[in-house]
């Protein structure tokens, strides 16, 4: 008789630039990994792709390209690795995910280039992470943080605008207050994350459905 292998848990990190989503969620895998559970990292953009690499020339600045070209390419390098995500999930494997659909929709979005619905649309479809984890920090100690100002998007007036829309895109993320220590905040995650692995239980992987979304402000750009 086959053993049914229980389904990993789709978990995303989300939030502003600098706000330690990488430090974490590689501290959560290692963590996740030392209790026998499997897991593995994986972000977005994907910037070891071909799509990847356009996106990484744009982001720092070597190409320039239209709003919504880009934007397309950010869900395109997220669809080119939903059949892996399925696959890792279905093997049992917990996926720490590092940025998201969320950050596709809101970057875009706080442009004010492009309405909501249509950031949103490509999205639908990919799978629906079981818990989704907003690292909340001020933008004064965004700015302090090492690297921050060499990207695109890395300004403060920008980064005070995607704060202001990941805040009115959805009601489901849980925060975490970003300006602790790094181990305190693992802790502190790690113990959200354990609780979703085992509440998912036979639970089927969802798919993300933003024409459902709840939007706090229905004139959103
Ligand atoms: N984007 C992304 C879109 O426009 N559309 C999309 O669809 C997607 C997916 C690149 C850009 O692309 C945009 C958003 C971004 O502007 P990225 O590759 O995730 O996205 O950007 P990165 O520059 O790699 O990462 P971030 O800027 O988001 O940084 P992190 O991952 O939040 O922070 P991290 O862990 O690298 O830490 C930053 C610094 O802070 C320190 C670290 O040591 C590091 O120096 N640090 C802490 N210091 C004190 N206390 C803590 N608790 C700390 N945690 C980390």
Not at 90 to 112: M, N, P
Not at 120 to 126: F, T
Not at 129 to 137: E, M, N, S, Y
Request: charged fraction near 30%; hydrophobic fraction near 35%; proline fraction near 4%.
């Amino acid at each position: 008789m086959t053993k049914t292998v229980k389904r990993g848990a789709l978990i995303v990190l989300e939030g502003c630039d600098r706000s330690g989503k990488s430090t974490q969620c590689t501290k959560l895998v290692e963590r996740l990994n030392s209790l026998k559970i499997p897991a593995k990292k994986i972000s977005f953009p994907d910037r070891t792709t071909s799509i990847g690499s356009i996106i990484d020339k744009y982001l720092s600045r070597e190409i320039d390209l239209p709003d919504r070209a880009i934007h397309l390419l950010f869900s395109a390098n997220r669809w080119e690795l939903e059949p892996e995500i399925r696959k890792q999930i279905q093997s049992g494997v917990t996926l720490i995910v590092d940025r998201y659909s969320y950050s596709g929709i809101v970057f875009t979005s706080a442009k004010k280039c492009v309405d909501l619905g249509w950031c949103c649309a490509p999205e639908n479809g990919l799978p629906k992470p079981d818990l989704v984890l907003f690292l909340k920090l001020s933008l004064e100690e965004m700015s302090k943080r090492g690297g921050f100002g060499n990207e695109r998007y890395e300004n403060i007036d920008f980064q005070n605008e995607v704060g202001k829309t990941f805040d009115k895109l959805t009601d489901d993320f849980i925060q975490i207050n970003a300006s602790k220590d790094i181990s305190t905040l693992t802790n502190n995650i790690l113990e959200i994350v354990l609780k979703t692995i085992d509440n998912i239980s036979c639970k089927p992987l969802k798919e993300l459905n933003f024409n459902e979304i709840k939007v706090k402000q229905s004139n959103m750009y």
